[in-house]
C-alpha cells in the first residue's frame, strides 16, 4: 500500500513557474514508476509526465514537453515536478500516481494508487 500526498499547487501568473512535491509512503516507493496527471473542470485526467523507478527514464505529455521536468528522490520517498512558463490552459487539479514495477505508462489505468490532488491555477 503507498499513499501520496501533493503539495506545492497554488496561484501563479501565466509565464510563471511552480515546483509540485509528492511525498509517499511505503518502503517499497523506489520500486514504484511515479507520474503526474492533471484535470481540468469538464475534462478527463490527462498525462502530464512520468518517471521509472531508478529516475533513469521519463516522458511527457505533448502540452508540456520543454517546460516542465519531472525529478524523484528515493531516499526521500518524493517526487517533483518542476512547471516553467505556465499557461492558463495550465489550470487544472494536479495528481500523483505510482504505478507498482519499474516502467511508466501514459494510460491513467495503469496506475495502481492516487493521491489527492492539489490545485495549479495560472492567470493570465
Known amino acids: 500500500q503507498v499513499q501520496l500526498v501533493e503539495s506545492g499547487g497554488g496561484l501563479v501568473q501565466a509565464g510563471g513557474s511552480l515546483r509540485l512535491t509528492c511525498a509517499a509512503s511505503?518502503?517499497?516507493?523506489?520500486?514504484?514508476?511515479m507520474a503526474w496527471f492533471r484535470q481540468a473542470p469538464g475534462k478527463e485526467r490527462e498525462f502530464v509526465a512520468a518517471?521509472?523507478?531508478?529516475?533513469?527514464?521519463?516522458g511527457y505529455g505533448s502540452s508540456v514537453k520543454c517546460r516542465f521536468t519531472i525529478s524523484r528522490d528515493n531516499a526521500k520517498n518524493t517526487v517533483y515536478l518542476q512547471m516553467n512558463s505556465l499557461k492558463p490552459e495550465g489550470t487544472a487539479v494536479y495528481y500523483c500516481a505510482a504505478k507498482n514495477g519499474g516502467s511508466w505508462y501514459i494510460s491513467l489505468h495503469e496506475y495502481d494508487y492516487w493521491g489527492q490532488g492539489t490545485q495549479v491555477t495560472v492567470s493570465t
Open positions: 518517471i521509472n523507478y531508478r529516475g533513469a527514464s521519463t
Open positions: 511505503g518502503r517499497t516507493f523506489s520500486s514504484y514508476a
